[in-house]
């Protein structure tokens, strides 16, 4: 357990400002470069506590991943709700624009995601990449099986294989809209709003013409 019972017994509140700094270092600096004492500075607590609360670093790093995939896991889970029973094309989109979304009113949380995608020194790594492409791919697969029930996806598919093909082609969307130069050209990083939704619908289309039922 990355956090001992001291920790747990603080008041809610004071835990999520602990997480939410903690989420801001990490973020900005990479796990390597993070610093504890500019945290426990911003905090206006003895660096003493860090250590009353977490093991050590690396156990502080993986309560803040897990603070930060469930914001992203509760904010998708909504997108899901909302948007039960449409195409099944609709709700992608409607993932894509609402991960643009997130990246544009928490950045902090996709910045996160690319710190342990790009950097080597995050400990756990592997675990962690493998948690969060799990429950992409899980998220995924719910609305590929709902619309093959209702006939909007090609009888043949392969759920699996569509599901890595649909996850690889919107992580990379986003990628490209968070980091300069990675989007081939294709004008997404740094485009206007309206831009990127265009972009993220005509990519969305690609995909019905290619999975969807004829």
Same mark, same amino acid.
């Given at each position: 357990?990355?956090?001992?019972?001291?920790?747990?017994?603080?008041?809610?509140?004071?835990?999520?400002?602990?997480?939410?700094?903690?989420?801001?270092?990490?973020?900005?600096?990479?796990?390597?470069?993070?610093?504890?004492?500019?945290?426990?500075?911003?905090?206006?607590?003895?660096?003493?506590?860090?250590?009353?609360?977490?093991?050590?670093?690396?156990?502080?790093?993986?309560?803040?991943?897990?603070?930060?995939?469930?914001?992203?896991?509760?904010?998708?889970?909504?997108?899901?709700?909302?948007?039960?029973?449409?195409?099944?094309?609709?709700?992608?989109?409607?993932?894509?624009?609402?991960?643009?979304?997130?990246?544009?009113?928490?950045?902090?949380?996709?910045?996160?995601?690319?710190?342990?995608?790009?950097?080597?020194?995050?400990?756990?790594?592997?675990?962690?990449?493998?948690?969060?492409?799990?429950?992409?791919?899980?998220?995924?697969?719910?609305?590929?099986?709902?619309?093959?029930?209702?006939?909007?996806?090609? #009888?043949?598919? $392969?759920?699996?294989?569509? &599901?890595?093909?649909?996850?690889?082609? =919107?992580? !990379?969307? *986003?990628? %490209?809209?968070?980091?300069?130069?990675?989007?081939?050209?294709?004008?997404?990083?740094?485009? #206007?709003?309206? $831009?990127?939704?265009?972009? &993220?619908?005509?990519?969305?289309?690609? =995909?019905? !013409?290619? *999975?969807? %039922?004829?």
């Amino acid at each position: 357990m990355a956090s001992s019972s001291t920790f747990r017994n603080l008041d809610p509140a004071k835990q999520d400002r602990i997480l939410d700094e903690a989420l801001t270092e990490f973020a900005a600096k990479g796990y390597g470069q993070a610093s504890l004492n500019a945290l426990v500075g911003r905090l206006g607590i003895a660096k003493g506590s860090i250590f009353q609360y977490f093991r050590d670093k690396a156990g502080l790093f993986r309560l803040v991943f897990d603070f930060a995939v469930g914001q992203v896991k509760n904010h998708l889970r909504a997108v899901r709700g909302q948007t039960q029973g449409q195409d099944v094309f609709l709700r992608l989109e409607q993932s894509l624009l609402s991960g643009l979304d997130l990246i544009h009113d928490n950045p902090r949380l996709f910045r996160l995601y690319l710190r342990i995608v790009y950097e080597g020194d995050v400990p756990l790594r592997g675990q962690l990449l493998q948690s969060i492409r799990l429950f992409s791919r899980e998220y995924i697969l719910e609305l590929l099986a709902e619309g093959q029930a209702r006939g909007e996806l090609r #009888p043949d598919l $392969d759920p699996e294989l569509a &599901a890595f093909l649909v996850d690889a082609a =919107l992580e !990379r969307f *986003l990628v %490209a809209r968070s980091l300069e130069n990675m989007d081939a050209g294709l004008g997404l990083y740094a485009a #206007p709003p309206a $831009d990127a939704a265009r972009l &993220a619908h005509e990519l969305v289309q690609l =995909l019905r !013409r290619g *999975l969807g %039922a004829a």
